[in-house]
DNA sequence: ACAACCGATTTCTTTTTGCAACCGGTTTTT
DNA sequence: AAAAACCGGTTGCAAAAAGAAATCGGTTGT
């Protein structure tokens, strides 16, 4: 039995949209790919002070959606390690697609904004050097 | 007297989707760019079918963004050419990012799947040659 | 004169978000 | 061994945003 789910439209952005068109999910994602963070105690402690039961809420939607995983963190049972997967690592250029805009049009922090730009400065190497970097982290894989 | 916004943090994801992290914004400029679309009526008119109040309000948030501006129609009194500014212009980028990712993950309509990827296929020349197009149509230069 | 069309506005209902307190269990500190 | 701190959540409620539908006054084409 597949959910087969009906959408409104089955336009490239839409579908997108649908799944990270909100406030908060791409900023989970910019918190693993940018900040590192890998716990639930981690992603209420940004700067942009998440609800936790929303942060509930999208890290359960992105499990769903195949774009995280969950796993036990051996050193200790209570605590679950959020894992990206490949289509989670996919979302990197829009991550930096963003990052880009703001730099030019936002007042971003300077630190922050070094950090992008050097990434943009790169091109498509960097960019996917980066990528390269959060599947081993992720997935594991060398 | 300029109005100097706080944020909750200064980090470029976060101040992007500030402006646009919403499920409605990136589908109207979607509609400018890839549809041609410059009319309220013409954006009520979409697949996702955008309520009147919701656009008004967010056309009215993208021009106080300085994304798009507006214009009358000479031929009607009271038609409004809506168009891109340079900075709505450069959004296409993320358009394009996530149209990438969608066409990876997502099961988009083949037709318009495929626009995006010969696009997608042409590099950064062919991504630069659409957005010369979009500054000819919106900000009149040659 | 009249119907169709223009960009909205108004009213109302439903959904989503934000906030704060709290939960049972686990680990660390004293 | 007891207390404190930390773990990923859950609950209940208020506020804000979105959605749906009817309507508006002015403009245009017939």
């Known amino acids: 039995m597949e959910k087969k789910k009906v959408y409104k ?38 700067e942009e002070k998440i609800a936790s039961n929303i942060l509930t809420n999208r ?14 963190d051996d050193s200790h049972k209570q605590k679950i390690i959020y894992s990206l997967t490949q289509k989670g690592i996919d979302l990197f250029p829009i991550i930096m697609a963003i990052a880009e805009w703001s730099v030019t049009y936002q007042p971003v922090d300077k630190e922050k904004a070094d950090r992008a730009k050097q990434i943009i400065a790169g091109g498509a190497e960097a960019q996917k050097e980066v990528m390269r970097i959060l599947r081993r982290q992720h997935l594991g894989k060398f």
């Open 59 to 72: 890290l359960n939607m992105l499990e769903a959606e195949g774009i995280v995983t969950r796993h036990e």
């Open 9 to 46: 439209s089955y336009c490239p952005q839409y579908l997108g949209l649908d799944v990270f068109g909100d406030k908060w999910t791409l900023l989970i994602i910019r918190d693993m790919m940018i900040d590192g963070k890998r716990h639930f105690r981690e992603f209420l402690q940004s």
